[in-house]
């Protein structure tokens, strides 16, 4: 079977998120998972590559990437800049509109990565996503194209509610369209989203969904505090997906309290 890595909402800057450091959790989460699966296909980065979307951290996420041979497919999230990241990663596969959006076929699945990140122009302290009509019609397209594939569908924003208020407030403003588009298709389509910090899976309008926890900080479980603002120092995760002709996996390591190579034990069957 074939795999593909996927980190999401790396939110890389120079000083820390709730006393974390985020390039100190890339690199370990980073260095995990090229240590036990440096064969996969690729690096999905799942937006929210940086915390403020400047040309200096994305020139300190550059330094962290460099010298990984796998290739790299980025996406761009609500604290992400454009224009700041194409002035560092001058070579990112962008869609035809300058949006940084990418289809490809691995192993009988096509991969769609989607740029969610509602702007230009960005509406101030304004985290939620959007898709223009612009990258609809080239979902559309792109769904079309792979009309004898399913398919796995990557979006920084969630297409619906996961359950905490102040997050359930800035997902897609127009998951609604983004949902007729996938429920139209004929071939399953399962959604892979960042965005909460938790690991999250479940169905939204009969589609099926994962959402991967950053490298960094996550959400707290609390369903009552509406404030999109929440974090707390819980072990940070990659995702690793594991396909072949129909058959997908997803598994969510979290690498700092991961343990392998342990001896079986006979108490424990299953
Ligand atoms: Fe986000």
Same mark, same amino acid.
Not at 47 to 56: F, R
Not at 63 to 84: C, K, Q, T, V, Y
């Given at each position: 079977?074939?795999?593909?890595?996927?980190?999401?909402? @790396?939110?890389?800057?120079?000083?820390?998120?709730?006393?974390?450091?985020?390039?100190?959790?890339?690199?370990?989460?980073?260095?995990?998972?090229?240590?036990?699966?440096?064969?996969?296909?690729?690096?999905?980065?799942?937006?929210?590559?940086?915390?403020?979307?400047?040309?200096?951290?994305?020139?300190?996420?550059? *330094? @962290? @990437?460099?010298?990984?041979?796998?290739?790299?497919?980025?996406?761009?999230?609500?604290?992400?800049?454009?224009?700041?990241?194409?002035?560092?990663?001058?070579?990112?596969?962008?869609?035809?509109?300058?949006?940084?959006?990418?289809?490809?076929?691995?192993? %009988?699945?096509?991969?769609?990565?989607?740029?969610?990140?509602?702007?230009?122009?960005?509406?101030?302290?304004?985290? *939620?996503?959007?898709?223009?009509?612009?990258?609809?019609?080239?979902?559309?397209?792109?769904?079309?194209?792979?009309?004898?594939?399913?398919?796995?569908?990557?979006?920084?924003?969630?297409?619906?509610?996961?359950?905490?208020?102040?997050?359930?407030?800035?997902? @897609?403003?127009?998951?609604?369209?983004?949902?007729?588009?996938?429920?139209?298709?004929?071939?399953?389509?399962?959604?892979?989203? %960042?965005?909460?910090?938790?690991?999250?899976?479940?169905?939204? *309008?009969?589609?099926?969904?994962?959402?991967?926890?950053?490298?960094?900080?996550?959400?707290?479980?609390?369903?009552?505090?509406?404030?999109?603002?929440?974090?707390?120092?819980?072990?940070?995760?990659? %995702?690793?997906?594991?396909?072949?002709?129909?058959?997908?996996?997803?598994?969510?390591?979290?690498?700092?309290?991961?343990?392998?190579?342990?001896?079986?034990?006979?108490?424990?069957? %299953?």
């Amino acid at each position: 079977m074939k795999k593909l890595l996927a980190f999401t909402d @790396l939110h890389i800057r120079a000083s820390n998120i709730i006393g974390l450091d985020p390039v100190e959790r890339f690199k370990e989460g980073l260095a995990h998972s090229l240590a036990h699966h440096s064969d996969a296909e690729g690096i999905v980065l799942m937006g929210d590559l940086t915390h403020s979307g400047t040309v200096s951290e994305y020139e300190l996420l550059k *330094s @962290l @990437l460099m010298g990984i041979e796998l290739p790299i497919i980025f996406m761009m999230g609500n604290h992400d800049r454009r224009d700041a990241f194409m002035q560092v990663f001058p070579d990112a596969v962008l869609d035809g509109n300058g949006f940084v959006q990418s289809k490809r076929n691995i192993g %009988g699945w096509h991969f769609i990565t989607l740029d969610s990140l509602d702007g230009p122009p960005y509406p101030d302290k304004q985290h *939620s996503g959007r898709l223009c009509d612009d990258r609809l019609t080239w979902l559309s397209d792109a769904l079309r194209q792979a009309s004898d594939k399913p398919v796995v569908l990557f979006i920084h924003h969630p297409l619906g509610d996961v359950g905490f208020p102040g997050m359930d407030d800035i997902k @897609l403003t127009n998951a609604d369209d983004v949902l007729a588009l996938i429920n139209h298709h004929q071939m399953p389509v399962h959604v892979v989203a %960042g965005h909460v910090h938790r690991t999250i899976s479940g169905m939204w *309008s009969g589609v099926p969904y994962t959402i991967f926890k950053s490298p960094c900080h996550q959400q707290p479980l609390d369903f009552t505090i509406a404030n999109s603002s929440l974090a707390v120092d819980e072990p940070g995760a990659y %995702g690793l997906l594991i396909f072949d002709e129909g058959n997908l996996i997803i598994h969510s390591e979290d690498f700092g309290i991961a343990q392998r190579d342990i001896p079986p034990d006979p108490d424990v069957d %299953g």
